[in-house]
């Protein structure tokens, strides 16, 4: 079964650095979009950045400038390099991956979550 390998997350001082990485596992069909989303408590799952097959990046309007996503091949993975963090960004971020099974179906698979604590 396609699994999904988070790492990176932990604690932070303002302005300081982490590195998320996501790695997709035991997928036998062709990973396409991913990304990175975060989720407070009791708030919808906000998209952070995504990078697609061709390697167009989006991101949220509060990360521009300071958060960096790619995507790294041959293999399923990718990173967000995130910059300049600022408390506001502490939450739970989870990777998405998806994975084309045909030329008609598409199926999201999604990480459990890491946590990133920023202080000050």
């Known amino acids: 079964q396609v699994r999904l390998v988070e790492s990176g997350g932990g604690l932070a001082q303002a302005g300081g650095s982490l590195r998320l990485v996501c790695i997709v596992l035991?997928?036998?069909?062709?990973?396409?979009?991913m990304g990175w989303y975060r989720q407070a408590p009791g708030a919808q799952r906000e998209l952070v950045a995504q990078?697609?097959?061709?390697?167009?990046?989006a991101y949220a309007e509060s990360v521009k400038g300071r958060f960096t996503i790619a995507r790294e091949f041959p293999k399923a993975s990718m990173h967000l390099q995130m910059n300049n963090l600022e408390p506001e960004d502490t939450d739970v971020y989870y990777c998405?991956?998806?994975?084309?099974?045909?030329?008609?179906?598409?199926?999201?698979?999604w990480g459990q979550g890491v946590q990133v604590t920023v202080s000050s």
């Open positions: 998405k991956a998806m994975e084309r099974i045909s030329t008609t179906a598409i199926r999201p698979y």
């Open positions: 035991e997928s036998p069909f062709t990973i396409e979009t």
């Open positions: 990078v697609t097959p061709d390697g167009s990046t």
